[in-house]
T-cell receptor, first 116, second 112 residues
């Protein structure tokens, strides 16, 4: 069981579709993260939100649009994706982000996205 | 880039201790070492982390060398359910330490 909940677990979308991935945590964490993981590769950071503000964007294409409506929720809006964007998308949270914090990241089980 | 190196794969007999090594020779004085594992089709699971003292919890023990340039994760009695990819991570201090950078990890196979 994980304390970070991601929905949906699986998503199939066409290249012209608009969809959203959702992530929720109720641990009082103030930092939230999106990672992308291709098959047989380690997770790669996409975005970091700290206190509901975007603090890191790892040069992610604009067809991925993150949103943090409040401290418990994190969304990833998807539009005009390509087949190569098919991957496992992982959400994580931590107590807070930054060098003053050594708390670990807690991950959800991800959304497996297939773009057709 | 990841600041750690790990062997790509290891085998361990069921019931024996699994010792997974990690090199982090460029680690700085205030950087912690974190260990995660990922079982197929699940998210990474936090195992343990430490700064310089050895740490133990219900899942594993973490042994960090005195110079902090390497560490070993010990699963004392490996079971088949411990088969997973194990990641050793040193938090990237760029971007104010907000980036956990995963390296390729070690694929541990626990054999019956």
């Amino acid at each position: 069981d994980t304390e970070v909940t991601q929905t949906p677990k699986h998503l199939v979308m066409g290249m012209t579709n608009k969809k959203s991935l959702k992530c929720e945590q109720h641990m009082g964490h103030r930092a939230m993260y999106w990672y992308k993981q291709k098959a047989k590769k380690p997770p790669e950071l996409m975005f970091v939100y700290s206190y509901e503000k975007l603090s890191i964007n790892e040069s992610v294409p604009s067809r991925f649009s993150p949103e943090c409506p409040n401290s418990s929720l994190l969304n990833l809006h998807l539009h005009a994706l390509q087949p190569e964007d098919s991957a496992l998308y992982l959400c994580a949270s931590s107590h807070r982000a930054g060098t003053a914090d050594n708390s670990p990241l807690h991950f959800g089980n991800g959304t497996r996205l297939t773009v057709t | 880039d990841a600041k750690t190196t790990q062997p790509p794969s290891m085998d361990c007999a069921e019931g024996r201790a699994a010792n997974l090594p990690c090199n982090h020779s460029t680690i700085s004085g205030n950087e912690y070492v974190y260990w995660y594992r990922q079982i197929h089709s699940q998210g990474p699971q936090y195992i343990i982390h430490g700064l310089k003292n050895n740490e133990t919890n219900e899942m594993a023990s973490l042994i960090i060398t005195e110079d902090r340039k390497s560490s070993t994760l010990i699963l004392p009695h490996a079971t088949l359910r411990d088969t997973a990819v194990y990641y050793c991570i040193v938090r990237d201090q760029d971007n104010y330490g907000q980036n956990f950078v995963f390296g390729p990890g070690t694929r541990l196979s626990v054999l019956p």
